[in-house]
């Protein structure tokens, strides 16, 4: 028979076994996804880091411009054209890419949202982020928040279609909901953790 003390701690190894790769070492996500919106097909790649940086792209089957962004803080922020600046980001389109970064803020919200020592998430406007949890697993189910071009407007995300990805759990499929009517769907096909290739872009 083994003694409690020796239980303890054989179930403390393997739970700390089971849970896959520690998210305090994470440092940057790639993800690439296909998806569809009111206005037909499109594709979204975005790069984020734990400290901050997004870039944020989007290309359109409809023939709609691309849209390549970076942000390097809250603050700052370019949008790129060709691999040059075309000009500087509005707060709204930093707020627009980060909200973006679905799978950090599945793994923990304070990486791309600021927290509150009361515990609650604020967007790079300072406006609040809601989430729902699950009740058994903890994971996120969904978060709401306001569209940052229409503040009488909130925004709907929901997750589903969770894996594993080198150790962590993610969701693959994300539902966007926004202003109760027009519905946006990302299939991701592509999500890589803490990349060897991965590189800032520098302006």
């Keep these: 028979?083994?003694?409690?003390?020796?239980?303890?701690?054989?179930?403390?190894?393997?739970?700390?076994?089971?849970?896959?790769?520690?998210?305090?070492?994470?440092?940057?996500?790639?993800?690439?996804?296909?998806?569809?919106?009111?206005?037909?097909?499109?594709?979204?790649?975005?790069?984020?880091?734990?400290?901050?940086?997004?870039?944020?792209?989007?290309?359109?089957?409809?023939?709609?411009?691309?849209?390549?962004?970076?942000?390097?803080?809250?603050?700052?922020?370019?949008?790129?054209?060709?691999?040059?600046?075309?000009?500087k980001t509005e707060s709204a389109e930093i707020s627009v890419g980060k909200g973006h970064s679905f799978h950090m803020i599945a793994l923990s919200p304070s990486m791309i949202f600021n927290q509150t020592n009361g515990g609650r998430y604020l967007d790079n406007q300072g406006r609040e982020v809601v989430f729902k949890y699950d009740s058994l697993s903890d994971r996120i189910l969904s978060f709401n928040l306001i569209n940052p071009f229409d503040t009488l407007e909130s925004i709907e995300i929901y997750y589903s279609q969770w894996e594993k990805v080198e150790g962590l759990e993610l969701p693959m499929q994300v539902q966007i909901i926004q202003g109760g009517k027009d519905n946006f769907f990302f299939e991701f096909y592509e999500v890589k953790i803490d990349a060897p290739t991965f590189a800032k872009i520098d302006f």
């Design 1 to 87: 028979m083994l003694n409690s003390k020796l239980k303890l701690l054989l179930f403390l190894s393997l739970y700390g076994c089971s849970q896959g790769k520690d998210t305090t070492s994470l440092y940057s996500i790639i993800s690439k996804a296909n998806c569809k919106g009111p206005s037909g097909m499109y594709h979204t790649e975005l790069h984020a880091t734990t400290d901050g940086y997004t870039r944020f792209h989007q290309s359109f089957s409809n023939g709609d411009q691309d849209y390549d962004a970076v942000a390097y803080s809250d603050t700052l922020g370019f949008v790129v054209s060709n691999g040059s600046v075309e000009r």
